[in-house]
């Protein structure tokens, strides 16, 4: 278990069995690159993995689900098309570019071999670098202090950068240095990439690598490594799968020798692929580059709660692993269920994408929230034929899209291909954005084309019944109900999604108006306020009856239960419109709404935990909302659903930072104002945060006896403080009373 303080999680011991887990914790990245922490001395397969975000290809995937149940057989898996089942796209692991090997008199240092004295690694959310501090004794009684510092760039995308301080504590021994790629890599346990070339010169190696057959991008690996202040000769070696430069030198007792390895990592994505690129900078430059360019994005993430180091330093570390998940310099790819920290999920694009993980965003760097929804605006051609493909207009977004924006859902699991919700989800992302940014340029040049092409798609799915406009047979957020008909949440937002769109058409002078569907589309409301999930979901048992073995576990299920006969749901469905999207529907009940479905959810998926902090703080149920807040940005660290060193649950940790601001802040931001109405926890001294609004700044400070809101817009701003109005501008600050 590591150890949480304000800016740093901590490995205090070295534990073999814990090394999987924490190589997701402990990933650095960039946006473009995500590297696990493997070691440099060794990258063991499943805890090693450098992945280019975007760089995709075709392996087998082995899936061999098997249906116990009613429930797994009838609503759950296709078992005719799992006979058909092979091939998957995923993710592809790059070179190790790591190799950085340290004997001491002959023998190298593992942490599995000789004697550690001392051991710490982790990870700095100030510099978003990793650190590994280690006292070593070799079976001759030489101790080694070794110290190793390593981070993606944030100045730029393609640099890497290792360093390694070596000090012989009780010995003046010769120390023998290796350093390059080791290219004997697997993804999903197969090595589909190839070496196209490679050459060793000097202090440098440079690998060309075909990243799968399919798709057939390439990428190319520079190292080039220089020992200070010794400064030794090299020489160059390429056996065993292992491409690496040597040099020797003898220390000093007490002398301490710095290892400075630089890498620089691109993909026929962008870049000419066969160019060696030699960085010849020393370390302390390119971090102080790298550092400036962090602290511009964190500072704007960033969250301090005063009073609570657990919660500070979890909200933190979560906010990190935001910061090293989106791409800030193009939009080749977007947001994917494990950012850059493994294999799982195979990098796709999902809903979670503009719901869970484009907000934070939108909030802090809207330059880079713009080409996230640009991502989706290069796929659209393929929606239009993914729409065609199945007899409706418009267009028809992959719920898990990858390189060209196909479907590339599991095929043999039935309940994706109904989640249609996805193409109101994105036209809720483009919603969310230009309320939040003011970018009409956007709007106007990309936004308008999507918003239409989506609202033609619903148009043509919607069905007329009687008097009224139903959405049938579809599977909502809820992934335990598949085969339903009006889906609360899909039909709240597409309606929604139908209003608006038409309000931009107006602006813009677009001929379109999808008013008639809209104001005709069934909305889910018993009498007395509460939203059945579906149709015919008050009917079913709110106890679930378990039947089979344990293989449903598999997929993200709390036991192998009937679900099709339970109320028992997976994730948030209906608390989603009143905390994620902000909708507060007219006669329902938003506290016995919450009550209600609280009990009912199981919280098999990690989406769960965000949504439900923010439902329980605008309920008055703090405690629960701290608890919820606890499990959304300790998700991986807790490994809750025990499954994290598969990689970190990128759309639930992005969930800490707007259950703060959304939550407990209380921030929802209009097109004309900013409501606000906070929730403090009673036992924290404060909380600060920032976020962005039509282009300014704002900073909120808080605690349980005033409310600070500043900003640097010399335009007042009509902020609407539990009901009253209040303008701010950076003359005037708000300062209310809690």
Same mark, same amino acid.
């Given at each position: 278990?590591?150890?949480?303080?304000?800016?740093?999680?901590?490995?205090?011991?070295?534990?073999?069995?814990?090394?999987?887990?924490?190589?997701?914790?402990?990933?650095?990245?960039?946006?473009?690159?995500?590297?696990?922490?493997?070691?440099?001395?060794?990258?063991?397969?499943?805890?090693?993995?450098?992945?280019?975000?975007?760089?995709?290809?075709?392996?087998?995937?082995?899936?061999?689900?098997?249906?116990?149940?009613?429930?797994?057989?009838?609503?759950?898996?296709?078992?005719?098309?799992?006979?058909?089942?092979?091939?998957?796209?995923?993710?592809?692991?790059?070179?190790?570019?790591?190799?950085?090997?340290?004997?001491?008199?002959?023998?190298?240092?593992?942490?599995?071999?000789?004697?550690?004295?001392?051991?710490?690694?982790?990870?700095?959310?100030?510099?978003?670098?990793?650190?590994?501090?280690?006292?070593?004794?070799?079976?001759?009684?030489?101790?080694?202090?070794?110290?190793?510092?390593?981070?993606?760039?944030?100045?730029?995308?393609?640099?890497?950068?290792?360093?390694?301080?070596?000090?012989?504590?009780?010995?003046?021994?010769?120390?023998?240095?290796?350093?390059?790629?080791?290219?004997?890599?697997?993804?999903?346990?197969?090595?589909?990439?190839?070496?196209?070339?490679?050459?060793?010169?000097?202090?440098?190696?440079?690998?060309?690598?075909?990243?799968?057959?399919?798709?057939?991008?390439?990428?190319?690996?520079?190292?080039?490594?220089?020992?200070?202040?010794?400064?030794?000769?090299?020489?160059?070696?390429?056996?065993?799968?292992?491409?690496?430069?040597?040099?020797?030198?003898?220390?000093?007792?007490?002398?301490?020798?710095?290892?400075?390895?630089?890498?620089?990592?691109?993909?026929?994505?962008?870049?000419?692929?066969?160019?060696?690129?030699?960085?010849?900078?020393?370390?302390?430059?390119?971090?102080?580059?790298?550092?400036?360019?962090?602290?511009?994005?964190?500072?704007?993430?960033?969250?301090?709660?005063?009073?609570?180091?657990?919660?500070?330093?979890?909200?933190?570390?979560?906010?990190?692993?935001?910061?090293?998940?989106?791409?800030?310099?193009?939009?080749?790819?977007?947001?994917?269920?494990?950012?850059?920290?493994?294999?799982?999920?195979?990098?796709?694009?999902?809903?979670?994408?503009?719901?869970?993980?484009?907000?934070?965003?939108?909030?802090?760097?809207?330059?880079?929230?713009?080409?996230?929804?640009?991502?989706?605006?290069?796929?659209?051609?393929?929606?239009?034929?993914?729409?065609?493909?199945?007899?409706?207009?418009?267009?028809?977004?992959?719920?898990?899209?990858?390189?060209?924006?196909?479907?590339?859902?599991?095929?043999?699991?039935?309940?994706?291909?109904?989640?249609?919700?996805?193409?109101?989800?994105?036209?809720?992302?483009?919603?969310?954005?230009?309320?939040?940014?003011?970018?009409?340029?956007?709007?106007?040049?990309?936004?308008?084309?999507?918003?239409?092409?989506?609202?033609?798609?619903?148009?043509?799915?919607?069905?007329?019944?009687?008097?009224?406009?139903?959405?049938?047979?579809?599977?909502?957020?809820?992934?335990?109900?598949?085969?339903?008909?009006?889906?609360?949440?899909?039909?709240?937002?597409?309606?929604?999604?139908?209003?608006?769109?038409?309000?931009?058409?107006?602006?813009?002078?677009?001929?379109?108006?999808?008013?008639?569907?809209?104001?005709?589309?069934?909305?889910?409301?018993?009498?007395?306020?509460?939203?059945?999930?579906?149709?015919?979901?008050?009917?079913?048992?709110?106890?679930?009856?378990?039947?089979?073995?344990?293989?449903?576990?598999?997929?993200?299920?709390? $036991? =192998?239960? *009937?679900?099709?006969?339970?109320?028992? !749901?997976?994730?948030? @469905?209906?608390?989603?419109?009143? #905390?994620?999207? /902000?909708?507060?529907?007219?006669?329902?009940?938003?506290?016995?709404?919450?009550?209600?479905?609280?009990?009912?959810?199981?919280? $098999? =998926?990690? *989406?769960?935990?965000?949504?439900?902090? !923010?439902?329980?703080? @605008?309920?008055?149920?703090?405690? #629960?909302?701290? /608890?919820?807040?606890?499990?959304?940005?300790?998700?991986?660290?807790?490994?809750?659903?025990?499954?994290?060193?598969?990689?970190?649950? =990128?759309?639930?940790?992005?969930?800490?930072?707007?259950?703060?601001?959304?939550?407990?802040?209380?921030?929802?931001?209009?097109?004309?104002?900013?409501?606000?109405?906070?929730?403090?926890?009673?036992?924290?001294?404060?909380?600060?945060?920032?976020?962005?609004?039509?282009?300014?700044?704002?900073?909120?400070?808080?605690?349980?006896?005033?409310?600070?809101?500043?900003?640097?817009?010399?335009?007042?701003?009509?902020?609407?403080?539990?009901?009253?109005?209040?303008?701010?501008?950076?003359?005037?600050?708000?300062?209310?009373?809690?």
């Amino acid at each position: 278990m590591l150890k949480a303080t304000s800016n740093r999680f901590i490995e205090e011991n070295y534990k073999i069995e814990e090394e999987s887990l924490n190589a997701s914790l402990f990933t650095t990245g960039n946006g473009y690159i995500g590297v696990r922490g493997s070691y440099e001395e060794y990258g063991s397969i499943r805890i090693q993995g450098a992945y280019i975000r975007g760089v995709i290809d075709e392996i087998i995937e082995v899936m061999e689900p098997f249906a116990d149940n009613e429930y797994m057989k009838k609503y759950y898996i296709d078992e005719d098309k799992l006979k058909n089942f092979e091939y998957q796209d995923s993710v592809v692991n790059n070179a190790d570019f790591l190799l950085m090997r340290i004997s001491i008199d002959g023998e190298t240092f593992y942490p599995w071999e000789g004697k550690i004295h001392s051991w710490q690694r982790y990870i700095d959310m100030t510099n978003a670098c990793l650190v590994r501090k280690v006292r070593w004794e070799n079976s001759k009684g030489d101790i080694t202090d070794i110290c190793f510092e390593r981070f993606s760039s944030f100045d730029n995308d393609h640099v890497y950068c290792i360093k390694a301080d070596v000090t012989p504590v009780n010995h003046s021994k010769k120390i023998t240095v290796m350093s390059g790629t080791d290219k004997r890599v697997k993804t999903g346990g197969q090595k589909i990439t190839s070496v196209i070339g490679e050459k060793a010169w000097d202090n440098s190696t440079f690998v060309h690598m075909l990243m799968g057959k399919k798709y057939g991008f390439e990428t190319s690996v520079t190292t080039t490594t220089q020992i200070y202040p010794a400064k030794p000769q090299w020489t160059c070696e390429n056996e065993g799968g292992l491409i690496y430069n040597v040099a020797e030198y003898t220390s000093k007792q007490g002398e301490t020798q710095s290892i400075e390895k630089n890498v620089y990592i691109t993909s026929s994505r962008e870049e000419n692929v066969t160019d060696t690129h030699v960085l010849s900078e020393r370390y302390a430059t390119l971090y102080d580059a790298h550092f400036k360019a962090y602290r511009e994005v964190f500072d704007m993430i960033d969250v301090v709660i005063d009073g609570d180091e657990k919660a500070d330093a979890g909200v933190r570390f979560a906010n990190y692993h935001s910061a090293i998940s989106v791409a800030r310099n193009d939009s080749v790819h977007s947001l994917s269920a494990k950012g850059l920290t493994g294999e799982k999920y195979n990098n796709f694009v999902w809903w979670d994408c503009e719901v869970y993980q484009l907000p934070i965003f939108i909030y802090s760097c809207p330059d880079a929230a713009r080409k996230v929804l640009m991502y989706r605006y290069n796929m659209l051609q393929k929606a239009k034929e993914n729409a065609k493909e199945a007899g409706l207009k418009g267009a028809k977004y992959a719920f898990c899209s990858s390189v060209n924006g196909d479907e590339r859902v599991w095929e043999y699991a039935r309940h994706p291909f109904m989640q249609i919700h996805i193409n109101a989800d994105i036209a809720w992302g483009i919603i969310h954005y230009y309320t939040v940014t003011g970018d009409e340029a956007f709007l106007k040049d990309y936004g308008m084309t999507i918003l239409t092409e989506l609202c033609e798609y619903w148009s043509s799915r919607v069905e007329l019944c009687g008097d009224r406009y139903e959405i049938k047979r579809v599977t909502g957020t809820d992934e335990h109900h598949p085969y339903v008909n009006n889906d609360a949440y899909t039909n709240y937002l597409v309606k929604f999604v139908l209003e608006k769109t038409t309000e931009y058409c107006k602006k813009f002078g677009i001929d379109k108006d999808y008013t008639h569907i809209a104001q005709n589309l069934f909305l889910p409301l018993e009498k007395g306020g509460l939203i059945p999930q579906f149709d015919g979901y008050f009917n079913l048992s709110r106890t679930l009856e378990e039947a089979g073995g344990n293989d449903a576990k598999k997929f993200q299920m709390k $036991s =192998s239960g *009937l679900y099709h006969k339970s109320q028992v !749901i997976k994730q948030p @469905d209906v608390m989603l419109i009143y #905390s994620y999207l /902000n909708m507060y529907p007219e006669n329902s009940n938003y506290a016995a709404n919450w009550d209600y479905y609280e009990k009912m959810c199981e919280s $098999s =998926s990690s *989406l769960s935990f965000a949504p439900h902090s !923010i439902c329980a703080a @605008d309920n008055g149920r703090m405690l #629960s909302a701290y /608890n919820y807040l606890i499990e959304t940005s300790y998700i991986d660290v807790y490994d809750i659903h025990k499954c994290g060193w598969q990689g970190v649950h =990128s759309g639930c940790l992005v969930g800490s930072w707007y259950a703060m601001f959304r939550g407990i802040a209380g921030i929802v931001c209009r097109e004309d104002c900013i409501e606000i109405n906070p929730h403090m926890m009673p036992w924290w001294n404060g909380v600060k945060l920032n976020f962005m609004y039509h282009g300014n700044k704002f900073t909120v400070e808080m605690d349980n006896e005033k409310y600070i809101l500043k900003t640097d817009s010399k335009t007042p701003v009509n902020v609407v403080f539990r009901g009253e109005s209040v303008m701010v501008d950076n003359n005037a600050e708000m300062c209310k009373e809690m």
